[in-house]
């Protein structure tokens, strides 16, 4: 078994310069100094400037003005690790979206040498800004109703991501940056989804507080990130009307969610708070989740999809308002995963199902960003503090939606139905009355 170097040999060997390629040379590193990075440099006393996560330990450098991020494996990352960065970099060029929504990477076989082996690294371009856990304690500090604003600016990066048919893999909270200009990257691509390596699996299945509670090595497709955004994004959404959920719920790993919150949906304090939310929009989006949690771990449908196939099935009258519980020992045999019968009316006892339509998120190319359901009342004022971008907008369908919606295509019901049936029976009535009276009349002149 071949045993790969932690950080401290790694980082000895980037001391030492043990490394060769082009990409490379002329890199200078950063040291961890007493007020902050800084340049090497001087005696060269100091650690490297580093982040250590559970594959990997990154080194960051410059060669002149531009960022340099080396990360070096510090366990095996598979067979397809190689051909996932190649076919990657060949899709990031192909698609100039996806370059500014993924960090650029390229794997070398031969990168740091320690003592006479070769070790495979991944130069990477260094994002420079917060990571998204720290925007979000920024933006809570100065004015927390901005997270709607970054809640959409997440929802685009993510539309943009399925646009370029690329999955991430492990969203979550430290690979996700949002730079000086307000755009979010992503780092960490180890577990990257596209179709040219979709038969070479990452060993990974992200980060516990983000991911499926049920999500196995061979959940992975272009679905995969769904889950984890819409946990990303219900949390950005819940946190801009209640910023006290910060100092609740988070933990240093996570925005709100734990994956004992994911693990046990309506079974944790968490829960209950989000279903009383003061956003009714919140609310909407809770049962949502609890049902992602229930179902699989791939659910096959992009984040757009997902919202606008939630938004129809609630104004068609298939789901029930978000306040209602799941109903005890449900047997979540009815789900909005399964395809219903072809003459099965709603089941007003289950939580919700979709309607029977193709796939959404198409229409998204061209939508005019006027009117969308997570918006304020009043054009909002950008936090001077934070540059947004005008991200492409996703889940174009939940426009000009309003809780009336949902009562249409439900059947009548209360006095309503007792006057349909009050009407039903007195036209019978008159009419066998009609009938009555005819055949009378004709007995009395045939006799």
């Known amino acids: 078994m071949r ?14 310069g043990s490394y060769w390629h082009p990409r490379l040379t002329g890199v200078t ?6 007020t902050g990075p800084e340049r090497a440099g001087g005696d060269g006393s100091g650690p490297l400037l580093h982040a250590l996560g559970a594959s990997a330990v990154v080194f960051f450098g410059r060669r002149g003005p531009q960022g340099v991020a080396l990360r070096c494996p510090t366990r095996d990352l598979g067979a397809g690790a190689t051909r996932r960065y190649e076919k990657l970099a060949a899709q990031r060029a192909a698609h100039p979206p996806l370059a500014a929504a993924l960090a650029e990477a390229e794997w070398i076989d031969q990168g740091l040498e320690i003592d006479g082996t070769w070790w495979p690294v991944i130069v990477m371009e260094r994002v420079e800004g917060r990571s998204l856990a720290g925007q979000v304690e920024h933006v809570l500090g100065r004015r927390p109703a901005g997270l709607h604003r970054l809640a959409q600016d997440w929802a685009g990066f993510v539309a943009a991501l399925g646009a370029a048919d690329v999955a991430h893999g492990d969203l979550q909270q430290n690979n996700i940056f949002v730079t000086a200009s307000g755009r979010l990257k992503a780092v960490d691509l180890d577990g990257v989804w596209l179709p040219a390596v979709a038969h070479l699996p990452p060993d990974e299945t992200g980060h516990r507080h983000y991911q499926h509670p049920r999500r196995r090595r061979g959940d992975w497709g272009r679905t995969v990130d769904t889950f984890s955004a819409l946990v990303i994004y219900l949390s950005l959404r819940a946190l801009a009307v209640e910023p006290d959920l910060w100092g609740l719920y988070h933990n240093g790993e996570n925005l709100v969610f734990t994956d004992d919150d994911l693990a046990h949906p309506d079974q944790t ?3 209950d708070r989000l279903n009383s939310s ?9 049962p949502l989740l609890r049902e992602l949690c229930h179902g699989p771990a791939d659910p096959g449908w992009d984040l757009a999809g997902l919202l606008e ?5 609630r104004s068609e009258g298939l789901l029930r308002s978000a306040s209602l519980r799941r109903p005890a020992g449900h047997d979540d045999v009815s789900r909005w995963w399964d395809e219903p019968e072809e003459a099965a009316p709603p089941d007003p006892d289950t939580a919700w199902s979709w309607p029977d339509e193709a796939a959404v998120g198409a229409g998204l190319t061209g939508h005019d960003d006027v009117s969308r359901w997570w918006d304020e009342p009043e054009a909002a004022t950008p936090d001077p503090n934070t540059a947004w971008p005008d991200e492409a907008a996703v889940g174009a369908g939940l426009t000009g939606y309003s809780d009336a919606d949902e009562g249409a295509g439900a059947a009548l019901s209360g006095p309503a139905r007792v006057l349909a049936y009050v009407a039903v029976f007195l036209a019978v009535f008159g009419a066998v009355l009609v009938i009555v009276y005819r055949a009378g009349l004709l007995r009395a002149l045939v006799s």
């Open 3 to 16: 045993i790969w170097p932690d950080d401290g040999r790694f980082e000895a060997a980037v001391r030492r």
């Open 29 to 34: 590193f950063d040291r961890e100094g007493p």
């Open 269 to 271: 304090p968490l829960w």
């Open 278 to 286: 003061p956003d009714q929009d919140v609310r909407r989006l809770v």
């Open 309 to 313: 196939g939630y938004r129809r099935a």
